[in-house]
């Protein structure tokens, strides 16, 4: 497949992965996260373990750079699995740390893990932004969950709730030369969907959203503003989205020979919801990359209430 000419732009080349220590269920995150049940299994954190492992194994396997950091026991950390929530990296050479809203969950900013990406995949830090502070003030933005991002026309789209604050996303925004565009959606029982990233992915060709999530007065906003970029737009039925249809990531992966290729990573379950949705969405969408990495997450994504996307913090080539 011919490459876009800003595949590069809008996807990176490496990931950060924390491999979970003591995962389990977050009763401090439950009554944002509609997504997340109790565990059905006495050996969950194993099983998170192996599920983590066979995705990083298979994402590396793509020719995507992959640094892995193991989470520590103490304290207790269930979600540290997902650590697109608290950092993100920039090809600026910007880090970005996020104000997180479970107190649970803010034990997860590590610089030990940075200093990780840093020195494993290269990045070169050239600013840190440290958000954090604003958790005190209960205002709260929680990185590329939040945050769903199209580096190539710079708009931060992001959808409204306990875990977004609307003046966060503009602060980030002003920050980062983005266009902020803030919508309300919502799940099927009509509480605000906790993360973006659940119901809308952008690609270098595509974007997944679950227009129907979006309330009213928002969809065409939105709708029109993703068309305006010129990709295929996807739309998945609420269904889908709770089988995390659009918690998925482009990545860009290198072969043998230093050729470039795209690779969309998903879980297994987001996959058969996409070929089950109808209008062609599979098709459309896996006909806009270059290969697939598709993994069994189920225990991570039932007691965890998130999906690949949210395990994965994308770490692009630096600027020269």
Not at 22 to 27: D, E, K, L
Not at 112 to 134: K, M, N, P, T, Y
Request: with cysteine.
């Amino acid at each position: 497949m011919a490459q876009s000419a800003d595949a590069g732009a809008q996807s990176a080349h490496g990931v950060l992965l924390v491999r979970p220590a003591r995962f389990g269920y977050n009763s401090e995150t439950a009554a944002s996260n509609r997504f997340q049940r109790p565990a059905q299994w006495p050996d969950s954190a194993e099983r998170a373990r192996s599920e983590f492992d066979t995705l990083a194994a298979a994402i590396e396997a793509a020719g995507v750079s992959v640094c892995v950091v193991d989470d520590s026991s103490e304290p207790f950390k269930p979600d540290a699995v997902f650590p697109n929530n608290w950092v993100s990296f920039h090809r600026d050479g910007t880090i970005v740390l996020y104000p997180m809203q479970a107190p649970n969950r803010r034990a997860e900013r590590r610089m030990e893990i940075v200093a990780a990406v840093e020195q494993r995949l290269r990045f070169v830090r050239r600013r840190l932004i440290d958000l954090s502070g604003h958790e005190m003030d209960g205002r709260m933005l929680e990185g590329t969950g939040s945050l769903v991002l199209d580096h190539v026309r710079r708009v931060a789209y992001a959808c409204g709730s306990a875990r977004t604050e609307a003046s966060l996303v503009r602060e980030w925004s002003a920050l980062m030369n983005y266009q902020p565009l803030l919508f309300i959606a919502r799940g099927a029982a009509g509480a605000p969907i906790y993360h973006t990233n659940v119901m809308l992915s952008i690609g270098s060709r595509w974007a997944v959203v679950c227009a129907e999530a979006i309330d009213a007065a928002d969809r065409a906003r939105v709708l029109e503003q993703l068309a305006a970029s010129g990709r295929e737009i996807i739309e998945i039925p609420m269904a889908a989205m709770a089988a995390f249809a659009a918690n998925i990531l482009e990545l860009r992966g290198r072969d043998g020979c230093g050729g470039e290729h795209s690779v969309l990573a998903l879980s297994t379950q987001a996959r058969s919801a996409l070929q089950d949705s109808g209008f062609g969405a599979w098709d459309r969408l896996s006909a806009s990359v270059d290969r697939v990495v598709a993994a069994a997450i189920p225990t991570i994504e039932s007691v965890g209430g998130g999906s690949v996307r949210c395990m994965l913090a994308e770490v692009p080539r630096g600027l020269a």
